[in-house]
């Protein structure tokens, strides 16, 4: 196994490793430098549903596919796992948001317990765009200026549940007018790493957040400034996705975004996600 480290402020490559036949000791080795680059990137794997739920599943207990996904589809033969994806067979999509721009998030953090990790696989890639960004909020901490960091240490946001990355109404929830009437958890702004013991921001998604106990419009401008700060292109990493890929975050402490692409192409990715815990 080779690991190299990418030129950014997190993400590295690792190379001689068929996930298919990963055991417990590489996965000892593959946690190791998961914490250390909170993204890591796997080229050229074959997975099937079933071998994707083996590999992320030496991480932790999966989360069951989220009730509010499209399409379960019966070749995944009940495995937790699901597709991010833009094809529609059958007049249904197989999966999950479509071809449109996803905003930076952490994934599934208006749950009380977020995933600690999320794994993709590409399975079919669009000739172009379809990008992943990941950046790393340990870094937006750290550089974070003092009267921001004294304006949000020891608050907590709320996390709204209603709305996809792309900005769709999820199954089940309506549209949501107030930030403050979202559904969701409400989490700490910064939040301690459990293995490492890292702090790092700590935001979801910035549409419908909403920082507990400040009046809408203080909420807003300082969510924004915030936001603002963690787009900095200093704390990312973007991934051009090729067939075969697979990709491994730390949702603990890496926000993520997705670039459009062409809806006439087909993008195809299968993701599982590890089960967390509650952040503090
Ligand atoms: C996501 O935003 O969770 C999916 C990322 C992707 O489609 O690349």
Not at 10 to 17: F, H, K, P, S, Y
Not at 183 to 205: C, D, I, M
Not at 245 to 271: K, T
Request: charged residues 25%; contains cysteine.
């Amino acid at each position: 196994m080779k690991i190299a480290r990418m030129d950014a402020a997190l993400g590295a490559e690792v190379g001689g490793v068929d996930l298919a036949r990963t055991d417990a000791l590489d996965a000892g080795a593959l946690r190791r430098a998961w914490l250390d680059r909170g993204v890591l990137l796997f080229r050229g794997q074959a997975m099937t549903p079933g071998g994707l739920a083996r590999f992320s599943g030496l991480f932790g207990p999966l989360e069951p596919p989220p009730a509010s996904e499209a399409g379960t589809r019966e070749e995944l033969g009940g495995q937790p796992v699901w597709y991010i994806s833009n094809v529609v067979e059958d007049g249904k999509p197989i999966g999950s948001l479509g071809s449109g721009e996803a905003e930076w998030h952490t994934d599934m953090s208006y749950l009380p317990e977020p995933p600690t990790a999320s794994v993709l696989f590409a399975r079919e890639t669009p000739a172009e765009g379809g990008d992943t960004g990941f950046a790393d909020m340990e870094a937006a901490w750290e550089t974070l200026d003092g009267t921001l960091r004294a304006a949000v240490a020891g608050r907590a946001i709320h996390h709204d549940g209603s709305t996809t990355s792309v900005g769709e109404t999820r199954r089940g929830h309506e549209a949501v007018g107030d930030a403050r009437a979202a559904p969701g958890a409400v989490h700490p702004a910064v939040r301690t790493h459990p293995e490492t013991g890292r702090r790092s921001l700590y935001l979801g998604r910035r549409r419908n957040a909403h920082v507990v106990g400040l009046p809408l419009d203080e909420s807003e401008a300082l969510l924004d400034r915030l936001w603002e700060h963690c787009r900095d292109p200093a704390f990312a990493w973007t991934h051009a996705w090729r067939a075969g890929d697979v990709v491994m975050w730390d949702n603990r402490r890496v926000i993520h975004r997705r670039d459009p692409f062409d809806p006439a192409s087909r993008r195809v990715m299968l993701r599982a996600q590890v089960r967390g815990d509650r952040p503090f």
